[in-house]
C-alpha cells in the first residue's frame, strides 16, 4: 500500500507544452512538499504548500487538503525542466513519506 | 549557512570494507534521515532520528548502522558492504517547527559504488 501516489512515472513533451504532474496521499497532513532532481543531481525544495496555489516563474503547484491530492504545472516547458518531480508529505514527526516520482523528459 | 553537507561525494568500496558516510547541519534541525535511491525504487528510508542520541530503523536497515551523538552530525555506518549496497545515499534534516516542519533540506548525496 503506498502512501502517495504520482501520475504519470514517465512523461516526454515537446519544449513549450504545458506540463501537468498529478499527487495524492492518503494520510492526514498539513502540507505537501514538491521536489526536483535533476539527472545525477541533489534534491532541491519546489514548493511547501498547506492550501491553494503557489507560483515560481513558470512552475505553479495546487493543492486540496480536503481531497488529498496536489497538481504541479510546469507552463512553457523546456528541456532545462527535464528532471524528476516528487511529492512529499509527513503525517507525523517520525516520518516521511515520498512519491515514486515523476521523469519528465522535455525535448527541443 | 551551509545547510546538509555529506562526505565523500564519491566512494568505491570492496566488497566486505567497511566506512563510514558523514553527515552534518547547522541549522539545529531535530530530525536527521538517511535515504537510499536506486534505478526505479525510489528513495527508501535506512535510518532516521529525532535528537541526539535517538535513532530508529527505517524501511532497509540491514547493514548499516548509525548514532547520533550530537544534534548536528549523523553518520551512516556501512559495516561490512556488499555489491547489494551500490546506491547514492542521502542525508536530510528536518526540523519540528513551523512552518519548516514539512519541508526536508537533502544533501547532495553520496555516490557508492561496492566490487
Known amino acids: 500500500k503506498n502512501e502517495v501516489e504520482q501520475s504519470p512515472q514517465n512523461l516526454t513533451a515537446q519544449e513549450g507544452e504545458f506540463i501537468t504532474i498529478n499527487c495524492s496521499y492518503s494520510v492526514g497532513i498539513s502540507a505537501l512538499h514538491w521536489l526536483q532532481q535533476h539527472p545525477g543531481g541533489g534534491i532541491v525544495s519546489l514548493f511547501m504548500l498547506s492550501s491553494g496555489k503557489k507560483k515560481h516563474g513558470r512552475l505553479i503547484a495546487t493543492i486540496n487538503i480536503q481531497e488529498k491530492h496536489s497538481s504541479l504545472h510546469i507552463t512553457a516547458s523546456h528541456p532545462r525542466d527535464s528532471a524528476v518531480y516528487i511529492c512529499a508529505v509527513r503525517p507525523n514527526f517520525n516520518k516521511f513519506y515520498f512519491g515514486s516520482g515523476t521523469k519528465l523528459n522535455v525535448k527541443p | 549557512n551551509a545547510g546538509v553537507t555529506q562526505t565523500p561525494k564519491f566512494q568505491v568500496l570492496k566488497t566486505g570494507q567497511s566506512m563510514t558516510l558523514q553527515c552534518a547541519q547547522d541549522?539545529?534541525?531535530?530530525?536527521m534521515s538517511w535515504y537510499r535511491q536506486d534505478p526505479g525504487m525510489g528513495l527508501r528510508l535506512i535510518h532516521y532520528s529525532v535528537g541526539a542520541g535517538i535513532t530508529d530503523q527505517g524501511e532497509v536497515p540491514n547493514g548499516y548502522n548509525v548514532s547520533r551523538s550530537t544534534t548536528e552530525d549523523f553518520p551512516l555506518r556501512l559495516l561490512s558492504a556488499a555489491p547489494s549496497q551500490t546506491s547514492v545515499y542521502f542525508c536530510?534534516?528536518?526540523?519540528?517547527?513551523?512552518?519548516?516542519?514539512?519541508?526536508?533540506?537533502f544533501g547532495p548525496g553520496t555516490r557508492l559504488t561496492v566490487l
Open positions: 541549522m539545529n534541525h531535530e530530525y
Open positions: 536530510a534534516s528536518s526540523s519540528r517547527f513551523r512552518p519548516s516542519y514539512n519541508e526536508q533540506f
